[in-house]
């Protein structure tokens, strides 16, 4: 082969590599534009599938059986939360109210029986039963904490509290009239005071530094009976 031969023959590899270079070269460019294509569809309908605000009034959770099992929604008394069972009964509702936020939790027959509200003097939880009596109250009134028991028909019975003097017990009769008293006042001492069903003083035991235990009986006239020591 002649040198113009050889030469003529490197000249045609050189062309064919450059045609196939060329046609990579645009295969290239059309899959990346697709890619860039592709990518920018996807953000725009990502985009639209989460929109930045949604406004509504109501929203409904369902389950797979097309039930509604929670609702969010605003109404003339305020916004709530409620989250329904299996049955459709409503068993918790977290809602704001013109009286503050509340919680409250439901059992199987839709009846409240426990609440939590959040009120201008304080916290306050309450205890239900399935009559629909209030049986416990728990609740922070001006900074003194207490818990309030009550009987089958909704009468106050005992009271916890702790005040700025101290811890105190209170036990009412079916009347709700006070009828004991169990403290610790500071910084005299425990006491207890027993009262009638007249709600008149009856017993007091009391310990008093440095006098001591003292204990005082009277009448129902209020007339010492007996005093030791």
């Known amino acids: ?16 590599a450059k045609r196939r270079s060329m046609a990579l070269l645009a295969t290239i460019c059309v899959l990346g534009g697709a890619w860039v294509l592709w990518l920018s569809i ?22 797979e059986q097309g039930k509604i099992r929670a609702e969010l929604g605003v109404t003339e008394e305020g916004t709530a939360l409620v ?27 839709a009846k409240v ?11 306050l939880m309450g205890l239900v039963d399935e009559n629909g009596k209030v049986r416990a109250k728990l609740g922070v009134t001006k900074d003194v904490p207490g818990l309030g028991v009550y ?10 509290a702790l005040g700025k003097d101290g811890p105190m017990l209170s036990l009412q009769d079916e009347k709700e009239e006070l ?9 005299v001492g425990p006491g207890l005071v027993l009262r009638d069903e007249k709600g008149k003083r009856r017993a007091v035991l009391g310990i008093d530094e440095p006098v001591g235990a003292t204990l005082v009986l009277l009448d ?4 010492l009976l007996w005093t030791a020591p």
């Open 151 to 160: 009987d089958e028909n909704g009468k106050l019975r005992a009271v916890l």
């Open 179 to 187: 009828r004991a008293v169990l403290g610790v006042v500071e910084p």
């Open 83 to 109: 989250l329904l069972d299996e049955n459709g009964n409503i068993r918790a509702r977290l809602g704001v109210a013109k009286t503050g936020p509340q919680l409250h939790l439901l059992d199987e027959n």
């Open 220 to 223: 129902e006239k209020g007339k």
């Open 1 to 16: 082969m002649t040198p113009d031969e050889r030469l003529e023959r490197v000249e045609r590899e050189l062309a064919r």
């Open 42 to 63: 996807g953000t725009v309908e990502a985009q639209a599938r989460t929109p930045e605000l949604v406004r509504a009034r109501r929203f409904d959770l369902v389950d």
């Open 113 to 123: 029986r426990a609440g939590l509200d959040a009120l201008k003097d304080g916290p």
